[in-house]
C-alpha cells in the first residue's frame, strides 16, 4: 500500500509564496498528482509528475524527487481564492495503472 | 479540460430508502470511472473502479451488495446506495479516465453528491 503524508492546515499571506510538502512510500510509483479543492466541492487537477525535477504552470510549480519519496506544491503571488485544501495524490503500478492513492489534504487559509 | 458531470448534486432521503447517483463524461469516452467518499475534514477514499462492460473491483471494507455499480456504457456510470442508513451520509465523487496508453493520464473529477440520510 501507500503512505502520504502532508501537512494539515497552513496559513499564508496575499501576496505571498507557500510551499506545501507531501511525502510519500510507495513500491510501484507511477505518478504523482495535486489537486485543488473548495469546501463542498469535488479536486480540480492542478499538476503531475513522474520524473524529478520542477514543472511549472503559471502561479504553481510542483517538485518531484523519486528517490526521497518527495514532492511540494508552490504557489507565488498568493490571492484570496487560493484558499482551499491541496491535496497529493499517488498513482501505484500495483494498484491498478489508473488509481490514485490520496493524502488527507493540506487545509490553506489565505489572509490579508 | 474533460467534463464531467454528476447528478444529483444533492439529495435528502429517508434511512432504508435506495438512492442512485449518476456520473457522466460529457466530452471524452470513459473507459474507467471511479467513485469516491468524503467524509467531512478527510481525505478521498476509493470506494470502487468500474470499466465499462464489466464488474466493478471494490476496495476492501466496501460493501459491494450495498453499493452497485454499473458502468453500462462508455459514457455513464451509477452508484446506487441501497438501504441507506445515516451513516452512509457523505460527499460521493466520480472521477472518469479515458484509460489511455499514455502517463500522464489523469482523473477527472465530476462536482459531487451530497447525500444525507435521515
Known amino acids: 500500500g501507500q503512505n502520504i503524508d502532508q501537512p494539515t492546515e497552513m496559513t499564508a499571506t496575499e501576496g505571498a509564496i507557500v510551499q506545501i510538502n507531501c511525502t510519500y512510500q510507495?513500491?510501484?510509483?507511477?505518478?504523482l498528482f495535486w489537486y485543488q479543492q473548495h469546501a463542498g466541492e469535488a479536486p480540480t487537477f492542478l499538476s503531475y509528475?513522474?520524473?524529478?525535477g520542477l514543472e511549472e504552470k503559471g502561479r504553481f510549480s510542483s517538485f518531484l524527487s523519486r528517490s526521497k519519496g518527495y514532492s511540494y506544491l508552490l504557489l507565488k503571488e498568493l490571492q484570496m481564492k487560493d484558499s482551499a485544501s491541496y491535496l497529493c495524490?499517488?498513482?501505484?503500478?500495483?494498484?491498478?495503472?489508473?488509481?490514485?492513492?490520496f493524502g488527507k489534504g493540506t487545509k490553506l487559509s489565505v489572509i490579508p | 479540460g474533460a467534463v464531467v458531470s454528476q447528478h444529483p448534486s444533492r439529495v435528502i432521503c429517508k434511512s432504508g430508502t435506495s438512492v442512485k447517483i449518476e456520473c457522466r463524461s460529457l466530452?471524452?469516452?470513459?473507459?474507467?470511472m471511479f467513485w469516491y467518499r468524503q467524509f467531512p475534514k478527510q481525505s478521498l477514499m476509493l470506494m470502487a473502479t468500474?470499466?465499462?462492460?464489466?464488474?466493478?473491483?471494490?476496495e476492501q471494507g466496501v460493501e459491494k451488495d450495498k453499493f452497485l455499480i454499473n458502468h453500462a456504457s462508455l459514457t455513464l456510470s451509477t452508484l446506487t446506495v441501497t438501504s441507506a442508513h445515516p451513516e452512509d451520509s457523505s460527499f460521493y465523487i466520480c472521477?472518469?479516465?479515458?484509460?489511455?496508453?499514455?502517463?500522464?493520464?489523469?482523473?477527472?473529477f465530476g462536482p459531487g453528491t451530497r447525500l444525507l440520510v435521515l
Open positions: 509528475n513522474v520524473l524529478d
Open positions: 510507495t513500491s510501484g510509483f507511477n505518478g
Open positions: 466530452d471524452f469516452q470513459a473507459t474507467t
Open positions: 472521477s472518469a479516465s479515458s484509460g489511455g496508453l499514455a502517463i500522464q493520464e489523469t482523473q477527472y
Open positions: 468500474s470499466n465499462e462492460g464489466s464488474k466493478a473491483t471494490y
Open positions: 495524490a499517488v498513482r501505484d503500478h500495483e494498484a491498478g495503472s489508473y488509481q490514485l492513492t
